[in-house]
């Protein structure tokens, strides 16, 4: 099975964004993690390998330097929904980025994504299915 | 026509203004509960108190079918989501957004906004045009704004090379009121002449300069 090396560009270094930005700098894939404030890089683990960039991460200058031409994959990773849908989209239709996930908190952005195949992450219907897997209710 | 106005605070309150002024049905969605309770008394418009970037806010507002949708809020990815959401939900086919970085322009009219416009943007290709006459045409306002001094060199392509003050049509806002030839200063008469290489000190009104400018140099002034 040949596993080529990724290059994926997380924007936002939230819980989830350094979280993922850790376990896939383990499994060898090059990663480069945006974001606006220096302290939230933070959050990543000790044994990162990747690149950080401070910035924001709908600008388009900072993105062609980080190499969002190269990558295979984009991860939406902030607190914001509308900066999330924005870079989706930036990634998807400019970039042609093959990969896009965006994280979205509220589930009616989902119309701002549509269309162009943008893999939506909704941590709140997450939660419920969580919630429906570990309580003892019969739904 | 019928205008939706979301977020912005001083800049939505010019636009207000301007809009009512000439006639048009106004929706105006702001976050900002003191700066609706001002809307409210000043305008007689509908004001809907809420993010207009939330889909159950939009739908309070009744714009459905509206023609322009104005989007003002600080952010683009905001801006850019209340253009999307007015466009694909609401019917709304023109949709302006003011953005901070010049960039978002040509990415906003790829994501399918009308129009965006960076303060920004247009002051650099403002800047940008004025470079390329700048070695051409220097200005200095006196008298707050109320008169410019127009300092002009004059090459042999300069229609006024080689014509005669009293040829030239100035109008009355304008006068020729020094020509610096070489080392030479020359208090111009009707019959002074005018040649390549000179350098005209003109006086004007703001308003004539560029009509003036133009006449001199020979080519139209943004």
């Known amino acids: 099975m040949w596993n080529r090396k990724k290059t994926i560009i997380i924007a936002g270094c939230s819980r989830f964004g350094a979280g993922l930005a850790g376990e896939l700098s383990e499994h060898g894939d090059d990663v480069i993690i945006i974001d606006k404030d220096n302290d939230a890089f933070r959050k990543l683990p000790p044994n990162f390998s990747g690149f950080q960039i401070v910035g924001n991460v709908t600008d388009p200058d900072l993105l062609e330097d980080a190499g969002i031409g190269n990558a295979s994959v984009v991860v939406a990773a902030t607190d914001d929904d509308n900066i999330n849908c924005m870079l989706a989209q930036m990634a998807r239709r400019i970039y042609d980025v093959g990969e896009v996930f965006a994280r979205l908190n509220d589930t009616d952005k989902e119309h701002l994504i549509g269309g162009l195949n943008i893999k939506a992450i909704y941590p709140a219907r997450l939660s419920i299915e969580k919630f429906k897997e570990l309580s003892s209710i019969a739904f | ?222």
Do not use: W
Not at chain 2, 25 to 45: F, G, K, M, P
Not at chain 2, 102 to 116: C, E, N, Q, Y
Not at chain 2, 151 to 159: A, C, H, K, Y
Not at chain 2, 167 to 182: H, Q, S
């Open chain 2, 1 to 222: 026509m019928r205008i939706a106005v979301a977020g912005g605070k001083t800049k939505a309150d010019y636009l207000i203004r301007m809009l009512l002024s000439k006639g048009h049905e106004l929706v105006v969605i702001n976050d900002d509960r003191e700066y609706c309770t001002y809307l409210c008394q000043t305008h007689r418009i509908p004001v809907i108190h809420g993010d207009p970037c939330k889909l159950y806010v939009m739908d309070e507002a009744g714009i459905d079918g509206f023609d322009i949708m104005i989007a003002l809020k600080p952010s683009d990815a905001d801006n850019l989501a209340i253009c999307q959401t007015a466009k694909r939900i609401y019917h709304i086919r023109k949709t302006v957004a003011v953005v901070g970085n010049p960039k978002s322009v040509d990415i906003f009219k790829r994501l399918g906004v009308s129009t965006a416009i960076s303060a920004t943007y247009m002051i650099a290709g403002y800047i940008e045009q004025m470079s390329t006459v700048e070695s051409l045409v220097n200005s200095l306002p006196l008298d707050q704004g109320n008169i410019v001094i127009n300092e002009l060199m004059i090459n042999q392509n300069s229609p006024v090379a080689g014509r005669k003050l009293c040829d030239m049509e100035l109008g009355e806002d304008a006068i020729i009121c020094c020509i610096v030839r070489g080392s030479k200063i020359i208090v111009p008469k009707g019959q002074t002449g005018i040649q390549a290489n000179d350098k005209l000190l003109v006086l004007s009104t703001p308003d004539s300069q560029n009509r003036v400018i133009g006449l001199i140099m020979g080519r139209e002034q943004a």
